[in-house]
């Protein structure tokens, strides 16, 4: 389409001004032919005597004769003052275009095939013919006195249109033809450019899912082994904590017992003695309990949950309540239980411990993808940067419950400030839990 309008504007600018040049040709021999123009004898007299004579003789009897098929003499209102016809002088018509440029002083020329009589003897029909308006001035005040139209023969002239369009579309094609092909080479080399690169970024997205792949099972079989060494651990803490309950705090109270019944009742060593072993009994207990789990593979999620704040309520004397959405019914491994379990001893214990509540809260909730646990209190608060780390009581510590959610994809959140109180939330996602 590009092409077809540049040809067509290109071949219709050259055939103007080959007609015009042409045009302008005839007509500066029209004028030469012609004497000395001015107006006739009489003041009404547009066009001379003289004149008219010069032209019937160019036009019909001079070497014009075989390729002037007509000509007619106009005047500024139109009227036929002259023509190749007699019976048509005095005529007046509308001014065409041409005519009205030939009238202001320009010479007109246009380019058409005859398809009907011209009225001439020896008119052609069909024949190209250059349609030519001279306007003729005055000498002495150079005023256009009147117009000269005649159509001339122009085989040459069509031939030499012909050519120029044929060479014009010729060259606008093998511009646009070399164009073409060099925008072709151009996009064709970046179309197979964009092509390796989609292939490499293909091949590059295919690697990275297998590395990603080989990361998830790589995670999974971190964090199952992880699962297993928590759970491993919480096993053998808590068969110290039996032993320590079962063995050396009975030989302690054993051992309290004798000094009563050996007789030192009321001496002052004897009494060091059994404060001694009082306190180192109490120490014992308190480590125990710290470490001693209850059967949790027997018990579910939600069970779990409720089975922590009874052995929190029951060792602290507290007034702690759960709270449990409905719903809770799901299926969770043993470190899932094992790490709620863990968080509500340990966020109930430091409410009661530490933060001085008189009102604690433990919320159980579950939806599609997470479980959520939260402790609330209305105790002193602390600075979220004085987090303690693990107890000395056997204890967790905030910290090591991070951890251990950290094993499962789940994460311990904390706010708190002095005077506020603080609220402990543990998120867990339940997808692990079925691995």
Not at 79 to 97: C, T
Not at 234 to 245: A, P, S, Y
Request: net charge negative.
């Amino acid at each position: 389409m590009a092409a077809f309008a540049v040809g067509s504007w290109v071949a219709d600018h050259i055939e103007q001004g080959v007609v015009q040049n042409s045009g302008t040709a005839a007509a500066l021999y029209i004028e030469s032919v012609l004497p000395n123009q001015s107006r006739g004898e009489s003041d009404d007299a547009i066009i001379s005597d003289s004149s008219r004579l010069a032209l019937r003789r160019v036009f019909q009897e001079g070497i014009l004769r075989e390729r002037v098929v007509t000509y007619i003499i106009w005047s500024s209102s139109g009227e036929i003052l002259d023509s190749f016809r007699p019976e048509e002088r005095g005529l007046v018509y509308e001014p065409s275009p041409a005519l009205l440029k030939a009238l202001s002083g320009d010479v007109a020329a246009e380019f058409q095939t005859l398809q009907a009589q011209a009225g001439h003897p020896e008119a052609v029909l069909g024949v190209p013919l250059l349609e030519v308006y001279v306007p003729i001035r005055d000498t002495n005040t150079g005023a256009v006195l009147f117009v000269v139209e005649f159509y001339q023969r122009a085989e040459d002239l069509a031939e030499a249109l012909t050519a120029a369009r044929r060479d014009s579309w010729k060259f606008v094609s093998r511009i646009f033809a070399f164009s073409g092909a060099l925008l072709f080479i151009i996009v064709h080399a970046g179309s197979r450019l964009i092509e390796r690169q989609r292939e490499q970024l293909r091949l590059q997205l295919e690697e990275s899912r297998q590395l990603s792949k080989s990361n998830e099972v790589l995670r999974k079989h971190v964090s199952q082994a992880a699962q297993r060494s928590t759970a491993q651990s919480e096993k053998i803490m808590q068969r110290i904590g039996q032993d320590l309950h079962d063995g050396v705090a009975q030989h302690l109270s054993l051992a309290s017992l004798r000094l009563e019944a050996a007789g030192f009742q009321s001496s002052k060593d004897a009494e060091t003695v059994r404060e001694s072993l009082a306190n180192a009994m109490a120490e014992l207990r308190a480590i125990s309990r710290g470490l001693s789990l209850p059967d949790l593979a027997k018990l579910d999620l939600k069970e779990c949950a409720a089975q922590a704040v009874k052995d929190h309520n029951k060792s602290f004397g507290s007034n702690a309540e759960l709270i449990e959405n409905p719903g809770i019914d799901i299926d969770t491994s043993f470190a899932t239980r094992l790490c709620v379990y863990r968080f509500l001893q340990e966020s109930l214990s430091n409410a009661s411990r530490h933060a001085e509540a008189t009102e604690i809260a433990a919320k159980l909730a579950v939806n599609s993808d997470w479980i959520t646990v939260l402790v609330t209190d209305n105790g002193k608060g602390f600075e979220q940067g004085a987090v303690a780390g693990v107890r000395d009581d056997g204890g967790q510590g905030l910290v090591g419950l991070s951890d251990r959610a950290a094993t499962l994809g789940g994460k311990v959140e904390i706010t708190s400030q002095p005077g506020k109180g603080t609220t402990v939330r543990l998120l867990l996602p339940i997808l692990e839990d079925g691995q």
